[in-house]
């Protein structure tokens, strides 16, 4: 699959865009994520607080970067989990551990663009996200 885009990339798209065109964005970039296999939809991946089912699994690359692959049941949801992906795919795991990724999703205004439901796990996603880098930083 080709790499994933870069926020900013995604940020000049989303805020040209309004209202369901911000909506088919998100599940465009959900429908990109690659795919993660059923094996490792368990409970130890399943990030807790959504309102829909989100697995994340993070693999570490050769190079000590971090690769995440994740999934949900629900289109949008998906979308969401790839644009905090897209903060954080590929970059350096003591890098991904001390950045502030709801600093670099704020632009999205999420909150507002969004139900609350929909975004309710937005924050345990981000958190388990940063103790996998923090771990894998660690050795």
């Not at 829909?52 to 049941?73: C, I, K, M």
């Not at 507002?112 to 103790?131: D, H, K, Y």
Request: hydrophobic share 45%; glycine share 6%.
């Amino acid at each position: 699959m080709p790499p994933m885009r870069s926020l900013s990339d995604i940020l000049d798209e989303y805020l040209f865009l309004e209202g369901d065109e911000r909506y088919r964005l998100l599940i465009e970039l959900g429908r990109e994520l690659d795919p993660m296999p059923d094996a490792l939809k368990t409970d130890a991946t399943l990030v807790r607080g959504c309102s829909a089912s989100v697995w994340v699994y993070p693999t570490q690359l050769e190079d000590g970067r971090l690769h995440f692959l994740a999934d949900s049941n629900a289109a949008i949801t998906k979308g969401i989990v790839a644009l905090v992906l897209s903060a954080v795919q590929d970059r350096p795991a003591g890098e991904v551990a001390a950045m502030d990724v709801t600093a670099e999703l704020a632009p999205f205004d999420l909150g507002n663009q969004l139900s609350s439901n929909r975004t309710q796990g937005v924050p345990n996603m981000i958190a388990l996200v940063r103790e996998h880098a923090a771990r894998i930083a660690a050795g």
